[in-house]
């Protein structure tokens, strides 16, 4: 059984950054594409960014040019850099991704993202 794990999040002051980390827990297994939901309090879970197998990228208009999601060469981790930060921001933020060799949808398990003075 493989998961993914989720590491990251954290407060932060308006304008700063976080990388956020998505990694299958087990060696064998592969990101295939992968894509990124956050939830504010209150609020339904919407997306946010999302990345094919071929590298394919898009973005939500409220995180367009300052997010940017990648998976690295190994295709066992995959990353959220966040950029000049809002607290509009704010939100648990869930990884959500193939994962080969199953063909599975996996689902992390959220890290907690606050965007505050």
């Known amino acids: 059984q493989v998961q993914l794990v989720e590491s990251g999040g954290g407060l932060v002051q308006p304008g700063g950054s976080l990388r956020l980390s998505c990694a299958a827990s087990?060696?064998?297994?592969?990101?295939?594409?992968m894509t990124w939901y956050r939830q504010a309090p209150g609020e339904e879970r919407e997306w946010v960014v999302g990345i094919t197998r071929a590298g394919r990228t898009t973005y939500a208009d409220s995180v367009k040019g300052r997010f940017t999601i990648s998976i690295d060469a190994a295709r066992n981790t995959g990353y959220l850099q966040m950029n000049s930060l809002k607290p509009d921001d704010t939100a648990v933020y869930y990884c959500?991704?193939?994962?080969?060799?199953?063909?599975?949808?996996?689902w992390g398990q959220g890290t907690q993202v606050t965007v505050s003075s």
């Open positions: 959500n991704a193939v994962v080969m060799p199953t063909s599975m949808i996996y």
């Open positions: 087990r060696s064998g297994f592969t990101i295939d594409s």
